[in-house]
Nanobody, 126 residues
C-alpha cells in the first residue's frame, strides 16, 4: 500500500521551531517531487514549499521564505520541513504530498499532487 505519513506537529511559542517529517511507505520517495502545504479551517489550502526528485531543487512561498527549509533524507525515505521563527499565523494543519514529474523544477504554490499525507497540526501560540 502506498502511503505518506506526516508528523511532527505540536504546540510551540512564537519564535520557536518545529521539524515536520513526511515518511513514505510502499515506494521510494526520492523518485518523486514532494511538496508541503497547509490549511486553516475555512480557508483554501496554501502551497508552501517543494523539492524536486533526484537533483533536489527547491522552491518556497513568499510567506515562509527565509524561515522554512525543505530537505530530503533518502536513506530514511523521508522529507523534512524545518520551520523556524514561527508566527501565530503559521498555525494550520500541514500536509506533505508527492507527484511524479520529469521536470527539474517545481512551484511551491502548486497543489497538483497525487498522494497526500493525513496532516499534522501546528499551533503557534503563547
Amino acid at each position: 500500500q502506498l502511503r505518506l505519513v506526516d508528523s511532527g506537529g505540536d504546540l510551540v511559542q512564537p519564535g520557536g521551531s518545529l521539524r515536520l517529517s513526511c515518511i513514505a511507505s510502499g515506494f521510494s520517495l526520492d523518485r518523486y517531487h514532494v511538496g508541503w502545504s497547509r490549511q486553516v479551517p475555512g480557508k483554501a489550502r496554501e502551497g508552501l514549499s517543494c523539492i524536486v526528485s533526484a537533483i533536489g531543487n527547491v522552491d518556497y512561498a513568499d510567506s515562509v521564505k527565509g524561515r522554512f527549509t525543505i530537505s530530503r533524507d533518502n536513506a530514511k525515505n523521508t522529507v523534512y520541513l524545518q520551520m523556524d521563527s514561527l508566527k501565530p499565523e503559521d498555525t494550520a494543519v500541514y500536509y506533505c504530498a508527492v507527484q511524479a514529474s520529469p521536470r527539474h523544477d517545481c512551484s511551491a504554490y502548486s497543489l497538483d499532487y497525487t498522494l497526500w499525507g493525513q496532516g499534522t497540526q501546528v499551533t503557534v501560540s503563547s
